[in-house]
């Protein structure tokens, strides 16, 4: 944390295909002057693709089968990754926040929505729901945000419509934006809209409360 003491709240980011973690650290760098006890992670991705480059899983066709598919296969690894940062800072999962950009934000959804140990919350951008069907909440579900460009031509914005209906429908709760003139990419608003969410999840679960606290983080 860059207060120097201990953590009361982790924050773990999912790179994109062909990225690495030290790439996706830049962004705790961006924001963690907001979050100043928080302890930020950014693992590689499973596997490599040569030099520093590493993907979650391989995309040949990206139907959405394959996606399915290759996202189902890296969430028990992630999972146990948040397990394992949570003992080593001390912090619960209703105080991690997960993460993700473009591939990394498939793999978070998917874990979002299949996990049975709810997190604070799970923000993603420039990514798409993955899951060939979604079976309807039976219990506490981690909050969802969904951040993407009108622009992208990688995962089309769309693909957040597609999501967050498919998502509503079967009980999760999800929050989503859709930023004009931006691509596959992260820019200065999307970036204060997944700050803006990750202080109101970390609010909500601060003070015992589901309802979202407002914030001035990224104002």
């Keep these: 944390p860059a207060s120097g003491g201990n953590a009361n709240s982790l924050i773990i980011l999912l790179h994109g295909h062909g990225s690495n973690g030290e790439d996706m650290i830049g962004l705790a760098q961006a924001v963690q002057s907001q979050f100043p006890d928080a302890a930020f992670v950014a693992p590689d991705g499973l596997q490599s693709m040569g030099g520093v480059a590493r993907r979650w899983f391989p995309v040949t066709t990206a139907s959405e089968d394959e996606l399915a598919a290759g996202a189902n296969a890296a969430c028990p690894v992630v999972e146990a990754f948040i397990d394992t ?53 039976t219990g506490p579900t981690t909050p969802i945000t969904l951040i ?57 679960t601060r003070y015992g409360t589901a309802e979202p606290f407002r914030s001035s983080a990224a104002r």
């Excluded at 793999?107 to 309807?136: C, D, E, W, Y």
Aim: aromatic letters at 4%; charged letters at 15%; a positive charge.
């Design 85 to 137: 940062e949570g003992k080593r800072y001390g912090v619960g999962r209703e105080r991690t926040v997960l993460v993700g950009f473009s591939q990394g934000a498939i793999v978070a959804l998917h874990l979002a929505i299949k996990t049975q140990r709810p997190l604070a919350g799970m923000v993603g951008f420039s990514g798409m729901l993955a899951a060939t069907s979604v079976a309807n909440t």
């Design 148 to 204: 993407h460009g009108a622009l992208d031509l990688v995962v089309p914005a769309s693909a957040v419509t597609r999501a967050e209906t498919t998502l509503k429908k079967a009980g999760f709760g999800v929050t989503t934006s859709v930023f004009d003139g931006l691509g596959h990419s992260i820019d200065q608003r999307s970036l204060g809209a997944g700050t803006n969410a990750i202080a109101l999840a970390l609010a909500a």
